[in-house]
């Protein structure tokens, strides 16, 4: 079983031919491959499959092996990984993903621009100690500016993530994001990913933590989002409109699993 590994910002994913992992127990094999020991490491898989909505539907699965909606940094690394591959062809692919089809726009590079489509707003609550914004980019979001940058960098993530990921006001858990405002056209962030634990990027919560200081007046867009694993660039023009992510997508190795 063929696999390649490819990352965005530090986001890490295991790439699959659709071929290669026909009639295969995909949460087991996320589980499997995806642990940092035993397996090849990663934060989960993908794999481009057909689509009757769209150039290709995206298959991804976290490291623990649930399925997800959508993940903006593995968007990126399946179309490059798409087009390179010769599954598709043109540098504009409609993906079918859980949370509706996106559009992404290939550059020579191989980095991207994604259309995330429109984020939607719950009111803010309370939590743990912490007031969160809570933000669906077709997945849940718990968004907390902090009061300066040396908050966010000592934060517990460890501790404090599984906590808000798994309270029983977010039935299906949530991806949970601490940031702070550097200034209108920069943040930094950290997250804690349901289904995945504290990873160096998110392109789905580098958008809820953009749109999110957007609507608060903390930021204008575009907005840089700096990450552990590097920076994307976050667009939005406001209620209704959808958020634009740009960022990498870069190959890792390429291997065979025995």
């Known amino acids: 079983m063929r696999f390649t590994k490819m990352h965005g910002c530090g986001n890490d994913f295991i790439v699959f031919d659709p071929g290669e992992v026909e009639g295969a127990d995909l949460p087991g094999l996320a589980r499997r491959v995806c642990d940092r020991h035993f397996g090849v490491g990663g934060d989960g898989i993908l794999i481009p499959a057909p689509s009757e909505a769209a ?3 995206m298959i991804y699965l976290n490291s623990d092996g649930s399925h997800s909606e959508m993940c903006g940094n593995g968007l990126r690394c399946l179309v490059r990984y ?3 591959f010769e599954l598709a062809e043109g540098d504009v692919l409609s ?3 859980g949370a509706g089809v996106k559009k992404v726009s290939l550059f020579d590079d191989g980095s991207s621009r994604v259309d995330m489509g429109a984020p939607g707003f719950e009111p803010e609550l ?3 100690g912490y007031r969160f914004l809570r933000v669906s980019m077709g997945n849940p979001h718990a968004v907390a500016f902090l009061e300066d940058e040396k908050a966010v960098e000592a934060l517990d993530l460890r501790g404090i993530g599984p906590r808000v990921e798994e309270d029983p006001l977010f039935p299906e858990k949530t991806n949970v994001e601490f940031a702070f405002a550097r200034g209108a056209h920069e943040v930094r ?5 349901r289904g995945a634990g504290e990873t160096l990027a998110s392109g789905s919560g580098s958008c809820a933590v953009a749109v999110a200081a957007m609507r608060q007046g903390l930021a204008e867009s575009p907005v840089r989002v700096s990450l552990d694993g590097g920076e994307v660039e976050v667009s939005w023009a406001g209620e209704g409109a959808p958020a634009h992510m740009t960022g ?3 190959y890792v190795f390429e291997g065979e699993l025995l």
Do not use: F, G, N, S
């Open 95 to 97: 993906i079918e993903t």
């Open 248 to 250: 990498p997508a870069e």
């Open 126 to 128: 309370e939590l743990h």
């Open 55 to 57: 150039d290709l539907r």
């Open 189 to 193: 962030m950290r997250i804690w990913e």
């Open 82 to 84: 798409a087009r390179d």
